[in-house]
């Protein structure tokens, strides 16, 4: 049997990693690390760090593949993400199939966890013949964000909803909470909300050395935020943040 094994690795900090990720790298035959291009290549060195630093086992091979790029501007959103998602499936099959055949343990190393707004496990599932998976939880950018900003996420006994800066912009601002958190934002969604009563609290790279986190009254700090997001973008050649908006009481 093919044994696939999701190890969550935090959000940038090697020492996010648990000491039960650190125990399914060792165990795995196989680590596959994904290259996203040479704007991204950030996101395969540190992959590239955490098995340095922690891989002991020197009979497991470390290779890497190139990740399929997602069609920008679908008109079928849905169906852009599926056709992806079978493009991927099938270049983790294939890299598997050359560097380990049909037997083993092979590990991808998720930023954050794969449970939270990443496809591995439905990507994983897509696999023929569908390998038994394994998931190691890591720790996710909202832990991240909150301990950053040292706030706790929820108020005494309120809920609160984590969505996408896509339906935040198309859908204004969820009803019946007072707490909102970002994710998937390309484009700054914040501007879209009237800023009035709004609080945030903003982070991109977390745990990463570049790490930057802002907050405050939205409608002061907002306009901050936007172009420290431009700026990071040039430099980088790429952003991941997300952000917590609150409603003042």
Not at 188 to 209: R, V
Request: aromatic share 6%.
């Amino acid at each position: 049997m093919l044994t696939l094994s999701l190890i969550g690795i935090g959000c940038g900090d090697p020492g996010q990693l648990t000491c039960a990720a650190v125990q399914a790298i060792n165990a795995a035959d196989l680590i596959l690390i994904p290259r996203k291009g040479t704007a991204k290549s950030d996101l395969a060195d540190l992959r590239r760090t955490i098995c340095a630093d922690v891989l002991t086992n020197d009979r497991t091979v470390v290779a890497e593949f190139d990740l399929p790029v997602r069609e920008a501007g679908e008109a079928d959103y849905r169906k852009g993400v599926d056709d992806w998602h079978d493009a991927v499936a099938a270049t983790w099959q294939q890299a598997i199939a050359n560097h380990l055949g049909s037997e083993g343990r092979v590990a991808l190393l998720i930023w954050g966890d794969p449970s939270l707004y990443d496809s591995s496990l439905r990507i994983a599932r897509r696999l023929d013949p569908l390998p038994d998976i394994e998931v190691v939880p890591g720790i996710t950018s909202i832990q991240a964000l909150c301990a950053a900003h040292a706030l706790p996420l929820n108020d005494i006994g309120e809920p609160f909803l984590v969505t996408t800066g896509r339906r935040l912009r198309e859908g204004g601002w969820p009803l019946g909470v007072d707490t909102v958190v970002v994710m998937l934002d390309g484009g700054a969604a914040f501007q879209s909300l009237d800023p009035a009563g709004l609080q945030i609290h903003w982070g991109a790279y977390l745990g990463m050395p570049d790490q930057i986190i802002m907050s405050g009254v939205l409608a002061e700090i907002g306009p901050r935020i936007v172009a420290a997001r431009q700026e990071a973008r040039a430099r980088h050649g790429w952003i991941m943040d997300s952000y917590i908006l609150k409603r003042m009481r």
